[in-house]
């Protein structure tokens, strides 16, 4: 049978322009979205009335870890409680990442990642491979993955000393790499050395609680790193893009390198954009923590979120990577044993759109940028994702500005017992949500399929240094002076003349 939908008389967001528009859906396809005048749509289709309502893209995490293995514990949203949690919050698109162990294959772990998910996934999903070793067979590996299993960006971690950090020069090579598979850079940007030297002293001076995590790892170590991470991709002519910064000296940095011309692309988290430290009772802190930290200041989510009005930032993911209770606790007496990451898959659309917004910060096209359409294009999803029009998938949010939502871990649903935004208030509630034209949410109700999900290829994207956003190449060559005569070269052959 097919599945038709049609939806009248909404008000459709794109990241470009809102207009109001039918929206018409065949076998999980947008096949129209115009005037009801220029439609006949058959009989017997669902219709559902969006009077009043806003028609957006689904929202795209770019950033979530579901069922990862850290620090000997495993996190409790699995692919299947991850992708339910996401799509109850209107999120119909989620990217993960592959993170290998030291020596491991990236191959193996690939499939290992795939196993995990297919079967379980309630919504499209794609990864971004984490190079979390160096070596001659990383480097083939990753040939491999772009033209054979869709793989087009590489995560390099600054941070977890010991375990996936990278020195500069295996970054600088990995950089190298990415350059000539056309393929986009990421970092978890943190100066790892710093951090690991501040443990040590915190602990050895007595600070175990807590609050050691952020004190080992304050703003500027953050900063340090995603500034060096900007020139080592800029030497590479690789775009890059940085991972959550959690701090305003951080967006600052991505915002001046962009400035003057990087091609750099700037994530922050519903976590930083919800909340701070700040406030947080002493005993309940180690269930905040996550890396970068949630920072103490009380005007920090407001600056992000200026930062992501302003275009310094260009996406909002949630790192969604959930401990219980009982895990967080493992590191009691031990700040450093706490393992990393909270919830927020569920909550991002909701959390961007009241302190976005319902503040006033943003305007609604701007809202579809930031949580879905800039994920789509810099990894190569757009126009299949992030986009209301007709051919795209129809991932479809329908959206209530005016209702509201409590956030509780009562009724979210995560499988974690704790949830960062307890109590929260949010303008902004899914009223539909639709994953490739299934009805997945409605009445309040969340009604999802487990292995509906598909894999999504993300193909490479145009060679040199590709700005995805704004559509062009940059940087191809420049003029430089060999033996006297400036010659038009590219900095990477420069360096081959000898
Ligand atoms: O702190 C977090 N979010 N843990 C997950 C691993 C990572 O750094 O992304
Ligand atoms: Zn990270
Ligand atoms: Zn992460």
Not at 1 to 15: D, F, L, P
Not at 106 to 116: C, H, K, M, P, Q
Request: aromatic letters at 8%.
């Amino acid at each position: 049978a097919q599945n038709r939908v049609y939806i009248k008389n909404g008000q459709v967001v794109n990241h470009d322009r809102t207009f109001k528009a039918d929206v018409y859906i065949e076998d999980g396809i947008i096949k129209f979205v115009g005037p009801a005048s220029d439609i006949t749509v058959p009989g017997g289709v669902r219709t559902i009335d969006a009077s009043g309502k806003l028609i957006l893209p689904g929202g795209i995490d770019p950033h979530t870890h579901f069922q990862l293995k850290f620090g000997g514990q495993v996190s409790v949203d699995d692919f299947y409680k991850g992708t339910r949690a996401a799509v109850a919050g209107g999120t119909t698109t989620i990217i993960d990442f592959v993170l290998p162990n030291k020596g491991e294959s990236l191959l193996d772990a690939y499939d290992t990642w795939r196993s995990w998910a297919d079967g379980k996934v309630c919504c499209d999903y794609a990864f971004h491979v984490g190079l979390t070793w160096w070596s001659k067979s990383v480097s083939n590996e990753m040939k491999t993955l772009c033209e054979e299993h869709g793989i087009n960006s590489f995560k390099m971690f600054m941070a977890y000393k010991g375990l996936y950090q990278l020195n500069d020069t295996e970054m600088l090579e990995a950089l190298e790499r990415i350059k000539e598979l056309n393929g986009v850079a990421m970092v978890h940007a943190e100066n790892g050395d710093i951090i690991a030297r501040n443990v040590n002293k915190l602990l050895k001076a007595g600070v175990t609680g807590p609050e050691g995590h952020e004190l080992s790892r304050q703003e500027e170590v953050e900063a340090e790193a995603v500034n060096r991470a900007c020139v080592l991709a800029h030497q590479s002519k690789v775009p890059l893009y940085v991972s959550k910064a959690t701090s305003k000296l951080s967006a600052e940095v991505i915002g001046r390198a962009k400035r003057s011309g990087y091609c750099v692309f700037g994530e922050t988290l519903a976590s930083s954009i919800g909340k701070c430290m700040n406030g947080v009772k002493k005993s309940q802190q180690l269930y905040y923590i996550t890396s970068p930290p949630i920072r103490e200041p009380a005007e920090t989510p407001r600056q992000l979120m200026k930062s992501l009005a302003y275009d310094d930032l260009q996406t909002t993911g949630s790192d969604n990577c959930t401990f219980n209770c009982s895990q967080k606790e493992s590191g009691l007496n031990d700040f450093s044993k706490i393992p990393n990451g909270v919830n927020g898959v569920e909550d991002r659309m909701s959390i961007v759109w009241e302190k976005g917004v319902h503040a006033g910060l943003l305007d609604p096209c701007r809202f579809v940028a930031i949580t879905s359409t800039n994920a789509a294009k810099i990894f190569n999803l757009y126009p299949q994702k992030g986009r209301i029009a007709a051919g795209s998938d129809a991932d479809v949010l329908i959206w209530d500005p005016n209702q509201t939502r409590k956030i509780s871990k009562e009724t979210h649903h995560h499988a974690c017992d704790f949830n960062i935004f307890e109590g929260m208030v949010c303008h902004g509630v899914p009223e539909m949500v639709l994953v490739r034209g299934r009805v997945c949410v409605e009445n309040g109700q969340v009604r999802v399929a487990e292995g509906f999900g598909r894999f999504l290829e993300t193909p490479v994207n145009p060679p040199f240094v590709y700005d995805a956003l704004n559509g062009k190449t940059n940087g191809e060559e420049e003029e430089v002076a060999v033996n006297g005569n400036m010659k038009k070269l590219n900095i990477n052959e420069q360096l081959e003349i000898e």
